[in-house]
């Protein structure tokens, strides 16, 4: 019932920025948790970030801690991911998805089967 579209994503230096996009369909975008995956070549899917419906909290893992930011414009239908002191492993492609029954405003599902909507994706390339 909803479609994301990721934008954002390119080639960058190692230490350099890139701040990635999400742009939800619908009007119940308020209700959906929302998280942010990739996947590099040969490695599977794993979530990056996570953050709970009411934008009240939020979830890293630990490869992106310190250097990554999840947040989100629910006026906009929109979230974000601000990646800072990016490095050769961050390259992957990276995928917005949005969990339309979390278990509460402050929960923030980690699990690919926890995530109904899943946008194209967006490469990012992050050079030596």
């Not at 990554?68 to 961050?90: C, G, H, W």
Request: charged share 20%; aromatic share 12%; hydrophobic share 30%.
């Amino acid at each position: 019932q909803v479609q994301l579209v990721e934008s954002g994503g390119g080639l960058v230096q190692a230490g350099g920025s890139l701040r990635l996009s999400c742009a939800a369909s619908g009007h119940t975008f308020s209700s959906y948790a929302m998280g942010w995956f990739r996947q590099a070549p040969g490695k599977e899917r794993e979530c990056v970030a996570a953050i709970s419906r009411s934008g009240g909290s939020t979830e890293f893992g630990d490869s992106v801690k310190g250097r990554f930011t999840i947040s989100r414009d629910n006026a906009k239908n929109a979230v974000y991911l601000q990646m800072n002191s990016l490095k050769p492993e961050d390259t992957a492609v990276y995928y917005c998805a949005a969990d339309r029954t979390p278990y509460g405003s402050y929960y923030t599902p980690r699990s690919m089967e926890e995530f109904d909507y899943w946008g194209q994706g967006t490469q990012v390339t992050v050079s030596s």
